[in-house]
């Protein structure tokens, strides 16, 4: 078996500096160095210990990956001498504060469907940047790094977790009673909701239920037999474009996997059903009764 090839590939700070060493040393190279000492003074002042070698270092390790991470998106397609042009012409300040832009933007996404009143809570949105910023950018100037690929992995992760919280919110929002505004959402549960009681038809927008409509919508099913697609045709109707592929993507899949509509016209004690049903609702589901 032959071995693996293992391909170089640094930081894009360290590369950009590398491409130093086939020009004359100017004042440019100068400049460079002292800005990138005094960003590694500021982060290891505002994230790390500023008071021991071992903050220093991790703040140097931020410094390299936040710079990197803002070169990369920078100049995604160009090599590294464009990337040493670029920190000489705008310095590298300005390809930190593009990199960690790209971090705080990361962490106003949310990151999980369950969404609570903490989320919105300063210190916690603090902790969370700091987090990710660790994560992403604490880059080794001798080893590869990836902090960018995972920055492009996340952040396309967190816009469709964030498209599935705004379809949430605005089925809440359309809720047939009125809306709901509670700030803990459940969005996926809020979505099984509207699309479990839209197979009644009407179009009538269900966010949130609990157990006795819940019991009266199988009894209207069972005894009606609406056609399923209609009544989904009919809540696609009234979903704003934006938020009609999520819905979509999930109508689709509980065509065929969810438990609760394949079982709701059989004769399935309704105790079982209501069950099923509260694994898919979840805390969107009303106690109104036992």
Not at 11 to 25: D, K
Request: charged content about 25%; aromatic content about 8%.
């Amino acid at each position: 078996m032959l071995p693996a090839i293992v391909v170089e590939r640094l930081p894009r700070l360290v590369r950009a500096i590398r491409c130093l060493s086939a020009r004359e040393i100017g004042d440019e190279s100068v400049i460079l160095a002292d800005e990138l000492a005094g960003i590694t003074a500021m982060v290891a002042e505002k994230f790390t210990n500023d008071r021991t070698a071992e903050g220093i270092q991790k703040a140097l390790l931020l410094t390299v990956g936040c710079v990197s991470l803002g070169l990369e998106h920078e100049l995604m397609h160009e090599g590294d001498e464009a990337a040493l042009d670029f920190l000489i012409e705008h310095g590298a300040e300005h390809a930190f504060q593009a990199g960690f832009r790209m971090v705080r933007d990361l962490a106003a996404l949310p990151e999980d469907s369950l969404v609570g009143e903490y989320d919105q809570d300063p210190v916690y949105a603090q902790r969370r940047l700091k987090d990710l910023f660790v994560d992403i950018c604490s880059a080794d100037p001798h080893q590869n790094w990836a902090g960018y690929e995972k920055f492009e992995v996340q952040y396309k992760q967190r816009k469709a977790v964030q498209a599935i919280v705004r379809a949430a919110g605005w089925l809440r929002r359309h809720h047939y009673a009125g809306p709901i505004n509670d700030a803990d959402l459940n969005a996926e549960g809020v979505i099984a909701v509207a699309i479990i009681f839209a197979i009644e038809g009407g179009g009538r927008i269900v966010a949130r239920t609990g157990q006795a409509d819940f019991e009266r919508l199988v009894k209207s099913v069972r005894k009606n037999k609406p056609d399923y697609e209609e009544g989904w045709a009919a809540l696609m109707k009234q979903v704003p474009v934006q938020h009609q592929p999520v819905i979509a993507e999930r109508i689709a899949s509980y065509r065929t996997n969810c438990t609760v509509i394949q079982k709701i016209r059989t004769r399935t004690a309704m105790k079982t059903l209501f069950a099923e049903f509260e694994n898919y609702a979840g805390s969107e589901l009303d106690a109104d009764y036992g």
